[in-house]
Every structure is written in structure tokens, then in C-alpha cells.
């Protein structure tokens, strides 16, 4: 699935730095060790769950590594963008900051969801 457009017309570019930025914000208050998330479900810094790993690793059989590393910033950081490269590669390639970060909260499908709007809102806030 191959988002081309951003949605919500924003369609300003940012730097993937600023955006894993900004949803690690989000995510974990910035902090690098936070405790596990939605009921002990999401892992890390980035807050990933084991499905979201899976799948990333489906996109990118290189990526190696176990689901805990994702406690690890820089290891979660290149799940996060094995994820984008499966299913959001225009948005990743057009620093598309809406549709990733909308994608990392609802999966492939997110940037449809209502329910990601207030999320990619608090992103936003950071970028």
C-alpha cells in the first residue's frame, strides 16, 4: 500500500529525523527507557507492539534483531522506517509527517482512520 499523497492536505516536507522525533515525543515523553505501554502491549521509546515488529520485519528481512531491541532507540528507529518503507514509501521518500505518523499510531490504513486525527494533532504539536 503506497500512500502518495499526504492527507489532510498537509503536505509541508520534514526531515524523518524530526518526525521520529516528534513521535517519540509522543510516544514516550522523549524519554529513552520509558515503561511499557498500552497495558504492557508496546515496548520502548517508540512505543511498538509485536505485530508492528513482525511486519516491519516481513518489509525488510535484513533487519534482523528481536522484538526487545525495540527498548533500543536507534534499533526501533529502523523498524519504524522498515514499517514507512512497507507501507507508507512515498510518504517516507516526501517526509509526508502526517501520513507517517498516522501510520505508526493505526497501521497501513491509518491515515483513513478518524481515530488517528488527535494523534497525529499531538505530533504535529512537536514538529
Avoid at 4 to 21: K, Q, T
Avoid at 52 to 79: F, H, I, M, S
Wanted: aromatic share 10%; glycine share 12%; net charge negative.
Amino acid at each position: 500500500l503506497l500512500l502518495a499523497m499526504p492527507v489532510g492536505g498537509s503536505s509541508r516536507a520534514w526531515p524523518i529525523a524530526e518526525i521520529l522525533e516528534a513521535i517519540r515525543q509522543v510516544e514516550s515523553g522523549g524519554r529513552d527507557n520509558p515503561p511499557d505501554g498500552d497495558d504492557g502491549r508496546a515496548i520502548g521509546p517508540y512505543q511498538i507492539h509485536f505485530v508492528y515488529w513482525l511486519d516491519a520485519r516481513g518489509g525488510d528481512p535484513d533487519l534482523g534483531g528481536t522484538y526487545e531491541d525495540c527498548r533500543n532507540r536507534a534499533y526501533a528507529e529502523r523498524v519504524i522506517l522498515a514499517y514507512m518503507r512497507r507501507y507508507a514509501a512515498d510518504a517516507l521518500s516526501h517526509g509526508y509527517a502526517e501520513t507517517i505518523a498516522r501510520v505508526h499510531n493505526g497501521g497501513p490504513t491509518g491515515p483513513q482512520k478518524d481515530a488517528t486525527l488527535g494523534y497525529w494533532q499531538r505530533v504535529q504539536r512537536y514538529l
